[in-house]
Nanobody, 115 residues
Framework: QVQLVESGGGLVQPGGSLRLSCAASGFTFSNYAMSWYRQAPGKERELVAGISAGSITNYADSVKGRFTISRDNVKNTVYLQMNSLRPEDTAVYYC?????????WGQGTQVTVSS
């Protein structure tokens, strides 16, 4: 079965960096686009970044120039490098892929940006 497991979240000061990882299993990872979403308290879940099977990337305007999404098709892992973090980046971050019939989500990892 499809499994997505995020890791790498934590508490970081403003201006700091974190790298999130999402380990995928149960499907042919290299054939599928992957995305990172986030959900802050009281807000809707929003797209942060996406990467296609061919490694074409797209970003939300709010993170362009600060976040980088990448993938390792040998390790079946997608990453989100987050630099210059701001308090407004505080959220639960989720990894997602879309199968033929449905979407699959990880359990999320908490990122808190605070001094």
């Amino acid at each position: 079965q499809v499994q997505l497991v995020e890791s790498g979240g934590g508490l970081v000061q403003p201006g700091g960096s974190l790298r999130l990882s999402c380990a995928a299993s149960g499907f042919t990872f290299s054939n599928y686009a992957m995305s990172w979403y986030r959900q802050a308290p009281g807000k809707e879940r929003e797209l942060v970044a996406g990467i296609s099977a061919g490694s074409i990337t797209n970003y939300a305007d709010s993170v362009k120039g600060r976040f980088t999404i990448s993938r390792d098709n040998v390790k079946n892992t997608v990453y989100l490098q987050m630099n210059s973090l701001r308090p407004e980046d505080t959220a639960v971050y989720y990894c997602k892929t879309r199968g033929v019939f449905r979407e699959y989500w990880g359990q999320g990892t908490q990122v808190t940006v605070s001094s």
